[in-house]
């Protein structure tokens, strides 16, 4: 449970800053368009990417044991940066998100267009892969609970993100929510860092 429960948190708070990804997700159910879809797209595919990441850094571990230090260490540093990112955000404010104007996609450009801003993201290998994969070494043999936990966190996110559009449109309207969630961002992210270097 404890792996399970670290897993879930986990996964959602790598995933919970509105980046393009995030962003494309709101729009879709801020239109009521290819809801479902588009959430389950996201869901899949960051469960593959997590399950990439730790099963096979398990492997990894094993054929170059200096390779998760360094993912560590490395992702710390990232979660330094990202979380200073977004506290910078949370003190400057001007945060927004516009839903776009005009007509609403085909089922078949939505799709694509999600699967671009997934696969083609750099950060989202970086989330799931390198971090999740790196995280995931703390539990031994409860990695596979972590990794459930994680996948379950993006289910959760993804749809409740897409369906929940239309009640957080409102609070996301005001720049306060956001310097917020910045805030909140900030702190999770130098507390995953700050985790990863304890347990080098």
Not at 98 to 107: T, W
Not at 147 to 156: E, P, R
Not at 161 to 177: I, Q, T
Not at 178 to 189: E, P, S
Request: hydrophobic fraction near 60%; charged fraction near 10%; include cysteine.
């Amino acid at each position: 449970m404890p792996a399970l429960l670290a897993g879930f948190l986990t996964g959602l708070s790598l995933i919970v800053a509105i980046g393009a990804q995030n962003a494309f997700v709101l729009r879709q159910g801020l239109r009521r368009a290819h809801v479902f879809a588009v959430a389950l797209t996201c869901a899949v595919s960051d469960a593959i990417l997590i399950g990439v990441g730790v099963f096979a850094s398990a492997r990894v571990s094993e054929a170059f044991p200096l390779a998760m230090p360094i993912m560590r260490w490395g992702g710390a540093a990232f979660l330094l940066v990202y979380g200073l990112r977004a506290a910078r955000s949370a003190y400057r404010g001007g945060g927004h998100l516009e839903p776009a104007e005009g007509k609403a996609q085909s089922l078949t450009a939505a799709l694509t267009t999600c699967l671009a801003l997934t696969w083609l993201n750099p950060h989202v290998y970086l989330d799931t892969v390198v971090l999740m994969g790196a995280i995931s070494s703390e539990f031994g043999s409860d990695r596979g609970a972590f990794a459930i936990g994680g996948i379950a966190g993006s289910f959760v996110f993804f749809f409740g993100l897409a369906y929940g559009a239309r009640l957080l449109a409102p609070v996301f309207a005001r720049e306060v929510s956001w310097r917020i969630l910045d805030a909140l961002i900030a702190l999770v992210m130098w507390s995953i860092a700050l985790k990863l270097v304890m347990g080098i």
